[in-house]
């Protein structure tokens, strides 16, 4: 098992729909877990943090974590074109709790 | 104000050159990571630098990567001799602050091409 999976996609959605990411992780002592989104051509930008269990709500981004499952996803709620881009989730792995990207889930919001 | 600054932003080589790519954070960070990121691999860290040390480097792929960080205004990442292989973006990112080290701001990146 890979140590960070997400759905490769893509996925696409229309606009003002809710996009939903996914994202679980092998390690079970995680403790913080970070979305970041990249824009075709740009480098990846941090969009949300989440350490405990449930929900983080941060304007149309929710982040919901799940420890017990090793879980974490990304809900977009009025998505718009503009959210076109790929969203990549990092979790702290290894004996020096760096950083470990997924794959990414290339996202599509269509007008 | 994070902030970081690459160069150069596009390198072309050929085989066998030897290739330096240039991290500055604007407001000087001691802690510093370099990552690559290519379409088969996705995003992976190479090094990272806390107060101006590499403490975490098993994420390079060979000897003939090597990085530095003389000060906390400036690092450099070098690859001689280059290879095909090593064609991709090459990212650095500094912390965001707030003691949160993982909460990263990345630069904009250097793409290489090796032919």
């Known amino acids: 098992q890979k140590e960070v999976e997400q759905n490769s996609g893509p996925l696409s959605v229309p606009e003002g729909a809710i996009a939903s990411l996914n994202c679980t992780y092998s390690d079970r002592v995680s403790q913080s877990f970070f979305w970041y989104r990249q824009y075709s051509g740009k480098s990846p930008e941090l969009i949300m943090s989440i350490y405990s269990n449930g929900d983080k709500e941060d304007g149309r981004f929710t982040a919901q974590l799940n420890k017990a499952s090793q879980y974490v996803s990304l809900l977009i709620r009025d998505s718009q074109p503009s959210d076109s881009a790929t969203y990549l989730c990092?979790?702290?792995?290894?004996?020096?709790?760096?950083?470990?990207f997924g794959s990414g889930t290339q996202l599509t919001v269509l007008p | 104000d994070a902030g970081v600054i690459q160069s150069p932003r596009h390198e072309v080589t050929e085989m066998g050159q030897e290739v330096t790519l240039r991290c500055k954070p604007i407001s000087g960070h001691n802690s510093l990571f370099w990552y690559r990121q290519t379409m088969m691999r996705g995003l992976e860290l190479l090094i990272y630098f806390n107060n101006n040390v590499p403490i975490d480097d098993s994420g390079m792929p060979e000897d003939r990567f090597s990085a530095k960080m003389p000060n906390a205004s400036f690092s450099t990442l070098k690859i001689q001799p280059s290879e095909p292989r090593d064609s991709a973006v090459y990212f650095c990112a500094i912390p965001l602050g707030g003691g949160a080290y993982n909460e990263q701001f990345f630069g904009p990146g250097t793409r290489l091409t090796v032919l």
């Open positions: 990092a979790v702290p792995f290894g004996s020096a709790r760096q950083l470990t």
